[in-house]
């Protein structure tokens, strides 16, 4: 069974940042795009970013391109969201997933478990 773990999520005040975290194994890691999702309270999961296999490729959904940067190493099998500028509005639970695809563009296979992220005003 493949398995994605996030960390890094935590509470932080608007204008702060955070750097999530999450690591695969069981994984043919730098085959699969790797991408975030986030969901909050009441609201349906939207994408937020994901990343090719070799990291050449990024895609961000505009709600946070310029603020968060997606990136991967694949000698450590992780890949990372960096969040800055962060917004109350970006208060949600980060979900790491992998597929074959791209992940802006269909449901992922895999998915992480979330990591809490809460920005205050």
């Known amino acids: 069974q493949v398995r994605l773990v996030e960390s890094g999520g935590g509470l932080v005040q608007a204008g702060g940042s955070l750097r999530l975290s999450c690591a695969a194994s069981r994984l043919t890691f730098n085959a699969y795009f790797m991408g975030w999702f986030r969901q909050a309270p009441g609201k349906e999961r939207e994408f937020v970013a994901d990343i090719s296999g070799s990291g050449a490729s990024t895609y961000y959904a505009d709600s946070v391109k310029g603020r968060f940067t997606i990136s991967r190493d694949n000698a450590k099998n992780t890949v990372y969201l960096q969040l800055n500028s962060l917004k109350p509005e970006d208060t949600a639970v980060y979900y790491c997933?992998?597929?074959?695809?791209?992940?802006?563009?269909?449901?992922?296979?895999?998915w992480g478990q979330g990591t809490q992220v809460t920005v205050s005003s």
């Open positions: 997933a992998a597929d074959l695809k791209r992940v802006v563009s269909t449901n992922p296979n895999y």
